[in-house]
């Protein structure tokens, strides 16, 4: 290797101590706290060691510094070894790590970013490459800065397709600022893995996905300081056999201690054995200085440049609005970001990439890794991003949903073809699920926009907003309902009709907001009055105009929606009024799964479309006469 430069033999010793007394630390805090996963930690001690003190630049009195090479432990339950690592650094106290897991502590069983030196929560197995490859792309692509993106993996968690779409994704963008360290200790949670230690089958597969693949002896301080060493030109995978339980006799390379810690009286034996090992060495290390250039970014303040321009009559999905909302947002900020998978002539964010190409990223259809990127992408706040494709499609990424609520991530997404409304697709196209998962996300903001105009007023707020934002997009075209200059809030229902003596409220959004609107002129000619409330936001909702508009038509409430009864519309009202003296909530809702057909066809089917509106009205008044 040309550029490569043996340590001297003191900076070696300084490794492998380094290396044990992580493995001591590790196993003192996981005996201290009585549960945990050391014999996890102990196999990638020589990684932890030669990443944190030889190969990666950082700063370790500020861990989120913008110019710090990045770190992910995607095999979040080896914990114990990274808060090692920063006790060795002397970010942490070493007393800290008896607080392990402890309710009053910061050190958790898996990283959280409440650590300031974890950028997003680990330990769902499988996600860490996707994220790392979401910050690697910034760092090229974005910032063009020189930082690098360490991912370590474990070998059980291989088995995860979420691995592969990432592996895919690095090498088509040719992420060469990525490394990918395979910890290949040969055991899982319950049983070996598939592989076990054919460390040349790993390699085979991650070089048939266009990385540059090394095998290493994962022990071997001297060989990883050199692999670390490599020229990079294309993503590099090192595959590092280890043994898990390294530096535990009883436990090593054995089946039955993963998750467990050492009893006390082990734990004092195997300490003062690995203590024997430390040889005095007079060299200290610290991690090398990052370079300076990863430019200021400020994401305050995100704003259009100007009010919607849609005009009456108008008529446009409000899918469409997206990406007209996405490319005028783009004009304004430079760090706006798009991803989508391979539905951007779908949701229409191709109008962004046709605008912004450089800020554009195809992510395929590959939606759990699209979702690991965008939340790499919005790490230590460097991009404000949108990630687009069919609200179904997003069922197939929850779980990279929910870790990213876990990681404080703040990432917009948009399901566009919700409901029945899609048509013709049938069942597999239709969102019916997203408004339920989403609003089980307690990070989650959900916007459900009924025209272009609030579309694009969502998107702007979006972008502003703490936490992951959802938009739910529709397919067909709708009219127009605001005025341009109407300004919307998260957590404010609009009352888009009203008269004094209104009978009965009426709640929806997207198209049935049209639909009751129509329901409307229906009623009208019956002498019925309705009043009728678009939510825009369904979390959080706004129970004070529910309320007091339900308050106002005596308590009935109609409520209808383009999504499956559980977890929807109507269930978050009834969460609103259910202690309320005197309401009485009427649901319209899908209620069995859906089949081809037209649109107009689907909603009568499904018993959403305006007649059956009306019909709910008049069923409310009427259960509410006979009530009397």
Same mark, same amino acid.
């Given at each position: ?41 102990? /196999? ?10 030889? /190969? ?11 110019? %710090? ?9 080896? $914990? ?6 920063? $006790? ?56 063009? $800065? ?263 991530? %703040? ?84 009352? *888009? ?6 009978? *009965? ?69 009834? /969460? ?35 007649? $059956? ?8 008044? /009427? ?6």
């Amino acid at each position: 290797m040309e550029d490569y430069h043996k340590p001297d033999q003191q900076t070696l010793q300084a490794l492998r101590n380094i290396a044990t007394r992580l493995r001591i630390n590790s196993i003192k805090a996981t005996t201290a706290a009585g549960s945990g996963h050391p014999t996890s930690c102990c /196999s990638v001690a020589e990684i932890m060691s030669v990443l944190f003190f030889h /190969s990666m630049k950082y700063r370790p009195e500020d861990p989120r510094n913008p110019d %710090n090479d990045r770190f992910i432990l995607s095999k979040g339950h080896a $914990a114990p070894v990274l808060y090692a690592v920063w $006790a060795e650094t002397g970010y942490l106290k070493e007393n800290e790590l008896l607080n392990l897991r402890k309710v009053d502590s910061i050190l958790e069983g898996h990283p959280v970013p409440k650590q300031q030196f974890v950028d997003v929560a680990t330990g769902s197995l499988g996600q860490g490459l996707g994220v790392a490859c979401g910050m690697a792309y910034t760092g090229k692509y974005f910032d063009k $800065a020189s930082y690098r993106v360490f991912c370590l993996l474990g070998d059980g968690e291989l088995s995860e397709g979420s691995v592969w779409e990432a592996m895919a994704f690095a090498s088509y963008y040719q992420l060469d600022n990525l490394v990918a360290i395979f910890d290949i200790n040969r055991l899982g949670q319950s049983d070996p893995t598939p592989l076990q230690h054919h460390v040349e089958k790993y390699q085979r597969r991650c070089e048939a996905f266009g990385w540059h693949s090394i095998i290493v002896d994962g022990h071997s301080v001297e060989e990883l300081c050199k692999v670390l060493s490599q020229p990079r030109h294309q993503p590099i995978a090192i595959i590092a056999k280890t043994i898990k339980g390294k530096g535990i006799p009883a436990a090593e390379d054995k089946m039955n201690w993963h998750g467990k810690p050492l009893p006390k009286d082990m734990a004092e034996m195997v300490i003062k054995e690995l203590q024997s090992r430390i040889i005095s060495c007079n060299k200290r290390l610290y991690p090398a200085a990052p370079s300076k250039d990863a430019s200021p970014v400020c994401l305050r303040n995100i704003r259009m440049p100007s009010a919607p321009s849609y005009k009456p009559g108008d008529k446009i999905a409000t899918r469409k609005a997206y990406g007209v909302a996405l490319a005028k947002l783009g004009r304004y900020n430079e760090h706006v970001v798009v991803l989508d998978g391979d539905t951007k002539n779908s949701t229409f964010s191709e109008l962004f990439k046709n605008e912004h190409p450089n800020r554009y990223v195809e992510c395929y259809i590959a939606e759990q890794n699209m979702v690991g990127v965008a939340t790499g992408c919005a790490v230590r706040d460097r991009n404000v991003v949108f990630a687009s494709t069919f609200a179904t499609c997003f069922t197939r990424a929850y779980d990279q949903l929910r870790m990213a609520a876990i990681s404080e991530s %703040n990432i917009n997404l948009c399901g566009s073809h919700c409901g029945v409304s899609i048509g013709e697709d049938g069942p597999s196209q239709m969102g019916m699920e997203d408004l339920a998962m989403f609003r089980a996300l307690p990070t989650a903001t959900i916007f459900y926009p009924s025209d272009a105009v609030s579309t694009e007023k969502a998107v702007e707020i979006a972008a502003n907003t703490k936490g992951l934002c959802f938009i739910r997009t529709s397919r067909p075209e709708t009219n127009i309902i605001y005025n341009c200059n109407e300004d919307f809030h998260v957590g404010q229902a609009k009352v *888009v009709y009203k008269t004094n003596e209104d009978h *009965v409220t009426v709640i929806g959004a997207g198209v049935t907001l049209h639909e009751a609107l129509s329901a409307v002129e229906i009623l009208k000619k019956e002498r019925i009055n309705i009043r009728v409330i678009d939510l825009f936001t369904i979390k959080p909702l706004d129970t004070k105009t529910i309320i007091e508009n339900g308050r106002a038509t005596r308590g009935r409430i109609v409520t209808v929606e383009d999504h499956y009864y559980e977890g929807g519309l109507g269930e978050a009202v009834c /969460s609103a009024v259910v202690n309320e003296p005197g309401f009485t909530v009427h649901r319209l809702a899908v209620s069995q799964v859906p089949r081809s057909g037209k649109p107009h066809e689907l909603l009568r089917i499904h018993a959403i479309d305006r007649e $059956a509106i009306a019909q709910a009205v008049r069923k409310a008044i /009427s259960s509410s006469a006979n009530a009397k």
